[in-house]
Structures are given as C-alpha cells and as structure tokens.
C-alpha cells in the first residue's frame, strides 16, 4: 500500500522557471491529496551552487509549508511537507541523491510504502501528475518512465510543426527523462540509488533497475512540459537534444 511520495526537484540557477515548476508542483500536491486522503506527500527543492536568485524564489513559493520535523516553511499545498537542501557539486546526480536521502528521512512510510518522483526546475508538472505515478505504484511499476514535451513558446512555428509530424498522439517513445521519472523507494535503495554523475544520472539509473530484473513501464500519462531552452545546465541530456535536433538558425 502506498503511504508517501516525495517529490525531488534539483536546481542550479533556476530563477526564470523555478517559480512555475513549484506552483505546478503544489497544485499537483493539492490534487493527488484530494484523490488519497491520508496520502503523505514530500516536496525536496535542492540547491546545487546557485549564485542567482533561485534560493529566494524557493523560500517564497515555499513559505509556510511544514518542513517535514514540525518547522514551518512553506506554500499550501494539501498537508504536504517541504524542505530545501543546500549544495555545491554541480551535478544533478548528486543533487538527486542529496534529494533522495533527505526525502526517505522524513515521514513514516517504510521504503516498500514510498514512491520518489522525480522532475527537473526548469519543468510543469500537470495538475495529475502525482496521482499518475501513485496510480503505477498501486499497478505494481518499479519504474515509471514518463514523457515529456518541450514549452512550444520557446520553439518556432516550424519547429512545433516537426515535433508534432515525430510525435504523433499515441506515440510512446519509452525514452528516460529525469523531469518525469517515478521509483518505487525500495527498488531505487536496493540498486544504490542515483550515481553522483554530472549528467545521465537518470539513464544510469533506469539502466540499472533494468538490469536487476525490476518492472520498467513507460506512459503517455501525466506527461511534463519543460523548458525548450538549448543551452542547459548539463553538456548534454534534454537541451543538448533540442540543440541538434531543432537548432536556432
């Protein structure tokens, strides 16, 4: 049975969209809540090296929320619970597993209760997102691959055009993403959890729960809008392949 999701969002100088990732993120928060009463629910921000104004933007969307241990510091989201990590590595990797270690800290759910869902900073969550990978969760899923679809508002008509002609509605790709990846807690522990890499982290990961025989689903459902940006925060994952794949002429 599923007592807990914790929600881990990593972010490096952020400013421009972190503000609209948590507002998605709480209204999600909110939403599965609503669906599950008595359903607990964690948000980590983590705070890799930001020297912008990232941190302030978390502390306010963030303000008034309980922290997890009784402290306040947070937005209303249901009775969800956040907590914000601070680091310095300049890996997402890291950062996730910064998010993860805090997140199965809190809350009273044992690892085989607690499903950890991970997105990115520069990302939107749908309104169902959460309810989405609880709902794999009670389906049995170790691992739910979720799709993703870049902000059009950062693509030319053109370029919208030719995603749309390669994604077709139904198309299911299977492809990894770390802004919509779910992992039940006890099958992320039982293979190390994520890798502190610099980029790739959520491919390595899924490659390795493959590897140990776990259930990998992809879905269409519960799919997330994130930045069209071509330049990202790693050299390569989602950015580099906007870059090649719809460059700016």
């Known amino acids: 049975m599923l007592r ?16 609209a990732c948590l507002d998605a993120l709480l209204v999600a928060c909110a939403e599965v809540q609503r669906r599950r009463p008595g359903l607990q629910v964690g948000l980590v921000v983590v705070l890799d090296d930001c020297r912008d104004d990232t941190a302030r933007i978390v ?6 929320l309980d922290d ?24 997402v990797g890291a950062a996730r597993r910064a998010g993860v270690d805090t997140a199965t800290r809190l809350g009273e759910a044992d690892p085989t209760e607690r499903w950890i869902a991970n997105t990115d900073a520069d990302s939107r969550v749908p309104a169902d997102w959460l309810s989405v990978h609880a709902d ?3 389906a049995g899923v170790d691992v739910l691959l979720g799709t993703v679809r870049p902000d059009f508002g950062d693509f030319s008509e053109r370029d919208v055009e030719r995603w749309l002609e390669t994604h077709p509605a139904g198309h299911l790709p299977g492809n990894v ?3 919509n990846l779910g992992v039940r807690a006890d099958r992320l522990e039982a293979i190390g959890g994520f890798r502190e890499l610099a980029e790739h982290e959520d491919v390595d990961v899924v490659e390795r729960a493959r590897a140990a025989g776990f259930r990998v689903v992809p879905t269409l459902d519960g799919a997330v809008e994130t930045s069209g940006r071509r330049r990202g925060r ?9 870059a090649e794949t719809y460059p700016i002429v």
């Open 4 to 19: 807990r999701i914790d929600v881990v969002v990593p972010a490096h100088d952020e400013e421009e969209l972190i503000g």
């Open 59 to 64: 502390e306010e969307r963030l303000d008034g």
């Open 68 to 91: 997890g241990d009784g402290g306040g510091s947070g937005h209303d989201a249901g009775s969800a619970a956040a907590s914000v990590v601070v680091i310095a590595e300049r890996s």
């Open 136 to 138: 794999a969760f009670d």
């Open 177 to 179: 993403h770390g802004a």
């Open 234 to 242: 790693t050299p390569g994952g989602y950015a580099a392949f906007l």
